[in-house]
Nanobody, 122 residues
């Protein structure tokens, strides 16, 4: 089993900052891609940012220049630094990871966290 645990959500005023963290635990040999997705009320879940094991990053256009994704391979963690937050960033943010559980099995298990709520409001 693999679990992803997010933390760091909360209420922040427009223009403020929050840092989300996600830690993976369980049977883990290696984690390939890690990412953050979000789902606002009444909308589809969308990619916010993702990062490869080697550190290559990809961002949604709506967050470029404001959000920064980073990871620590030794600790199996991924973070999302969110600056200049806007009301439209309000959503439940989900951590996602492609986890390889064994050196003897090439396939990965795509795993989701339970989500953390970010509310941007004055």
């Amino acid at each position: 089993q693999v679990q992803l645990m997010e933390s760091g959500g909360g209420l922040v005023q427009p223009g403020g900052s929050l840092r989300l963290s996600c830690a993976a635990s369980g049977t883990i040999f290696r984690i390939n891609n890690m990412g953050w997705y979000r789902q606002a009320p009444g909308k589809e879940r969308e990619l916010v940012a993702d990062i490869t094991r080697s550190g290559n990053t990809n961002y949604a256009d709506s967050v470029k220049g404001r959000f920064t994704i980073s990871r620590d391979n030794a600790k199996n963690t991924v973070n999302l630094q969110m600056n200049s937050l806007k009301p439209e960033d309000t959503a439940v943010y989900y951590c996602n990871a492609d986890v390889r559980r064994s050196a003897y099995v090439v396939g990965t298990l795509n795993t989701w966290g339970q989500g953390t709520l970010v509310t941007v409001s004055s």
